[in-house]
Structures are given as structure tokens and as C-alpha cells.
């Protein structure tokens, strides 16, 4: 059923349906169901909308936990992903220019899915910093801002720009280099 549902408002949206437009109930004649059935599972078109977009992108990877750079290439591969797909489909492209001028759509976006993925990434730079892969004076939001900042930049601000196989181990290693302690040379 919640596929069905997710598909109706993927359907609406290919045939060019504004989300200002997007109502439950017109969402429920495409899907085949009831509005009850919906709001049983979404409290609104803003969450319902939030879980189109993610069943469209590539699912959050699975850290292996090994090293900080291990965990951070994993983390911004999974965020090139993303890029591509949405640059590969446009309406995703659409429905992303869409959400972010709704403040409800684009908030509940912002607390389902960037806040936990944001969450993951300081676990994984704070466990860094514990364990001594970060040094102790580093600021960890702006640390973070620092990895995924180019990534990002390279999505969503520059669509022109390659998304190649590798940018991430590129973009880890380079920001890497200058936050790691440094290492003693003598023997």
C-alpha cells in the first residue's frame, strides 16, 4: 500500500504536477486508496513528500568502521550518489527547486533526512577525535562543513561540474592532510 502511495505522487509529479498542487486527495485517486489510508501513515503532504524524495535516492551507506577516512569516503560517496541521481533525473532536479520554497516541505526534509545523515557524520568525526585520528583542537561542525562543503558545492550549486568516481577519496584525503595530529619524525 505505501508503495502504491509513494508511486501515485512519483506519477503526479513525471506528469508535471506542481507540489503546491500535490493534495492528499488527489494523491489518493492516483494511488487507489482512501485519504484515511494516507494520513494513517503521514501526518501530511510535507512528510509524505520527504519520503518520495528519499525512496528515490540511494539509501544511507552502511560505515565500515575502520578508520576516519574509511567512514568519510563512505559518507561522501553516498552524497555523490545522491548527486547523480538527481542530476540524472529531472524531476528530481524539479522536485528538489520545488521543496526549497516550501519551509514545511524543505523542514521536514531538513529533520528526516539531512539532521540524522549531519548526526552520523559528527559521530564519526567526534569517535575520530577520541581516539586520536583528529586532532583535539579541531572544531567538528566546521570539520564537517569542510568535507561535505564540496561535495555539495559540486551537486547542487555547480551541475556542470563532473561528479567523477573518486572525488571523494580526493576531497577526504586533501582535508585530511591538515586537520590528522602531527606526526613525530624522530626516532
Known amino acids: 500500500m505505501e508503495r502504491a502511495i509513494l508511486e501515485g505522487v512519483m506519477k503526479l509529479l513525471e506528469e508535471g504536477v506542481p507540489l503546491a498542487e500535490l ?3 488527489r494523491v489518493a485517486r492516483t494511488a487507489g486508496v482512501g485519504k484515511a489510508t494516507i494520513y494513517r501513515r503521514w501526518s501530511g503532504k510535507e512528510e509524505l513528500f520527504v519520503d518520495v524524495i528519499r525512496a528515490a535516492e540511494p539509501p544511507d551507506p552502511e560505515l565500515p568502521g575502520t578508520s576516519l577516512r574509511d567512514d ?3 559518507l561522501l560517496e553516498s552524497m555523490r550518489q545522491r548527486g547523480l541521481v538527481s542530476r540524472s ?3 528530481l532536479h524539479d522536485v528538489y527547486a520545488q521543496m ?3 519551509p514545511k516541505v524543505w523542514a521536514a526534509y531538513h529533520a528526516a533526512v539531512i539532521v540524522p545523515r549531519r548526526v552520523l557524520a559528527f559521530d564519526v568525526l567526534r ?3 577520541q581516539n586520536g585520528e583528529l586532532r583535539p583542537d579541531v572544531d567538528l561542525e566546521l570539520a564537517n562543513d569542510m568535507f561535505v562543503g564540496p561535495m555539495l558545492v559540486r551537486s547542487v550549486m555547480r551541475p556542470e561540474v563532473d561528479l567523477p568516481e573518486g572525488l571523494a577519496e580526493q576531497i577526504v584525503d586533501m582535508v ?3 586537520l590528522r595530529p602531527v606526526r613525530s619524525t624522530a626516532s
Do not use: F, T
Open 23 to 25: 493534495s492528499i486527495e
Open 72 to 74: 568519510l569516503v563512505a
Open 100 to 102: 526549497k520554497s516550501s
Open 89 to 91: 533525473s529531472l524531476i
Open 176 to 178: 585530511l592532510e591538515g
Open 127 to 129: 569517535r575520530a577525535q
